[in-house]
Each structure stands twice: as structure tokens, then as C-alpha cells.
């Protein structure tokens, strides 16, 4: 009996040195990134970077999968639905997981209970920009328009329930209940495009695409949702300057895994994170695209910032009335 319950002492003993020795080797082959848009979009080309940084990191290739659809959600489902052990992980945007679970009759997910936040990698804040031949150049002057002509105006988004979407919901509301119609496209490029072209007069999304359109003149970035002004265009004004405050929304990349992940794993995998999100080169590269890099994101902080961002979207979702079957 004795030896018996030795020889159980040894095997358990045995079984959590093994254990022990395969975390340490985490990761000992590749990892997946889901990124839930199409290849060329913000998120993919963030996503593409940072895979290969963690991937230097971690000593393992990370390599990026696109399952694009329905605001990122079809990417959350498969990372949601996969096993826990780190080798499957999320780059995920607001539009995933603060407004589409929040406007999906059937989400397929739990924004804040199926996943296990690992870290934050970069954040960038939504704009809004007109063509040239906008009658309204300045944000004063095209707030008076639009409440002078409720619903003659209409503005484009890369689609119906992004962060984009609601970030112009969010600034109209804020400026008094302003009116305009909701054009969704399938993706920020085409929308980006329509403007340009003059097809619509006006689009939302980040820096990123509008940018160098604002630059040569083909586009006029009207104002920037966010506390104050942007180094990436100093010449565009902050809604608060011109009596429109609280009209702030960012878009944001975050890393999760699905829930149940170990948090010898977690921890792993969010050191990575913060290493390679604090590489020189990796934030040089972020700031060439109009986004800001965000240092020092623990698990328990990353958790921290998506629930305040889904609490911050949810009277906003309501008061818009849009549903998805």
C-alpha cells in the first residue's frame, strides 16, 4: 500500500515536471493570427507587422490568417471556438468587439466572457474627411450645412456596425442630433475611393487611407475624434474646439485568445506582446501609418480597456436602432 501511494507521489510529481517542462518550451511551433479583414486593410497590415515581430520574440513564425467578414466577427467565432493553448490567437478591432456583438441578434460569441485579453498593440483615432467640392470647408461650416439641410448629405463607411460607423453616430450625436445618411461599403478602400471620386461627399475611417489624400488636395479631412489634435495632421481640429465634446472614438487592435488559456501562457505571450510592440522599428512603422503605439498593456489592463470601450458604445448602439439577423 505504501509503495503504491510512493510510486503515485513519483508519477504525479513526474507528470508536473512534464508539464512544467512543456510550458517552458511555449511556443515550440507556429503560431496563427486570425485577423477577421481582408488582406490589405488597416488591421491586416498592422496584423502583418506585428506577426513578425512577436514572431522574432517568441522564436516561432506567427503567421497571419484572414477570415474576414461581418465587422470582424467571423475571425472572433474561429478564435472563440479553438482550442486554449496559445497557438491560436485574435487581432481584434472595436467593431468585433464592442459594437457588432452589441447590433447581432446571434453574435456566434461572447465579446467579454470567450476570450482571454492579452495585450494591446496600437490605437488609432476615426476621422472624417469631404471631397473638394463639399460646399462646407470647415467643420463649423459643415455642421451648419447639415443642420440647415437634415438628411441631404450622406457619408460613407468601410460598412454598417463598424467602429467607423458608429464613431460618426457618436460626433453626430454629440453636435446636437445632426442628420446625415449612412452609406456602408465593403471595406474602408472602396469607401475612401467613392470620395474621391465625388460619388459621396463625405467618409469616415482612420488616418490611414485619407491621409495622403488630405495632403495633395483630394481629399479634406474635416476633423479628428479625439480629445485634441493629431501630430499625424496638426492642421485638422479636435469636435471639442468647436462646441462638440465627448465626440471621441478610436479604432484599436488588441490581442486575444479564446478563454480558458493557461496564465503561464498568457503571461508568455503578453511579455511578447509588450516587447514587440515597444521595437523602435515596429512604432516607427505604426506612426508611418497614422497610428499610435501603446506601451506597458497587461492582460489585466487590456480586459480593462474592452469592457470600458463596449460600456462606451452601448447607448449609442441602442439609440441608432440598428439590428443584424
Not at 172 to 180: D, E, I, K, T
Request: hydrophobic share 45%; proline share 8%.
Amino acid at each position: 500500500m505504501r509503495r503504491r501511494g510512493l510510486m503515485a507521489n513519483v508519477l504525479a510529481l513526474a507528470g508536473a515536471a512534464s508539464g512544467a517542462r512543456a510550458q517552458e518550451r511555449f511556443p515550440d511551433r507556429p503560431l496563427r493570427l486570425v485577423v477577421g479583414f481582408a488582406p490589405g486593410g488597416p488591421t491586416d497590415i498592422v496584423g502583418r507587422r506585428f506577426a513578425e515581430k512577436l514572431g522574432a520574440v517568441l522564436g516561432q513564425p506567427v503567421v497571419v490568417e484572414n477570415r474576414s467578414g461581418a465587422s470582424g466577427s467571423v475571425g472572433a467565432i474561429e478564435v472563440a471556438r479553438s482550442r486554449p493553448d496559445g497557438y491560436t490567437l485574435l487581432l481584434t478591432t472595436p467593431s468585433a468587439h464592442a459594437i457588432f456583438p452589441q447590433i447581432a441578434v446571434r453574435p456566434g460569441y461572447d465579446a467579454l466572457g470567450d476570450f482571454s485579453p492579452i495585450g494591446l498593440v496600437t490605437i488609432a483615432p476615426v476621422v472624417f474627411a469631404a471631397h473638394p467640392s463639399f460646399p462646407a470647408r470647415s467643420l463649423p461650416e459643415m455642421m451648419d450645412l447639415v443642420r440647415a439641410r437634415p438628411g441631404a448629405f450622406s457619408f460613407g463607411s468601410g460598412g454598417a456596425g463598424t467602429i467607423t460607423h458608429f464613431g460618426m453616430e457618436l460626433f453626430m450625436r454629440q453636435a446636437g442630433g445632426l442628420q446625415l445618411v449612412h452609406v456602408p461599403y465593403r471595406g474602408a478602400g472602396p469607401a475612401v475611393q467613392d470620395c474621391v471620386a465625388g460619388h459621396i461627399p463625405l467618409v469616415v475611417d482612420t488616418f490611414a487611407p485619407m491621409i495622403e489624400h488630405h495632403r495633395a488636395g483630394r481629399l479634406r479631412i474635416l476633423a479628428v475624434l479625439a480629445e485634441q489634435r493629431s501630430t499625424v495632421a496638426p492642421d485638422v481640429p479636435a469636435p471639442a474646439e468647436h462646441g462638440v465634446p465627448g465626440a471621441v472614438a478610436n479604432t484599436y487592435n488588441a490581442l486575444l485568445g479564446p478563454a480558458g488559456m493557461m496564465e503561464a501562457t498568457v503571461a508568455a505571450l503578453s511579455l511578447a506582446t509588450r516587447q514587440a510592440t515597444e521595437n523602435d522599428e515596429f512604432r516607427a512603422f505604426l506612426r508611418a501609418i497614422s497610428a499610435e503605439p501603446v506601451s506597458g498593456m497587461t492582460p489585466e489592463r487590456t480586459a480593462t480597456y474592452i469592457r470600458s470601450e463596449y460600456a462606451k458604445w452601448t447607448p449609442i448602439v441602442q439609440a441608432s436602432g440598428l439590428r443584424i439577423e
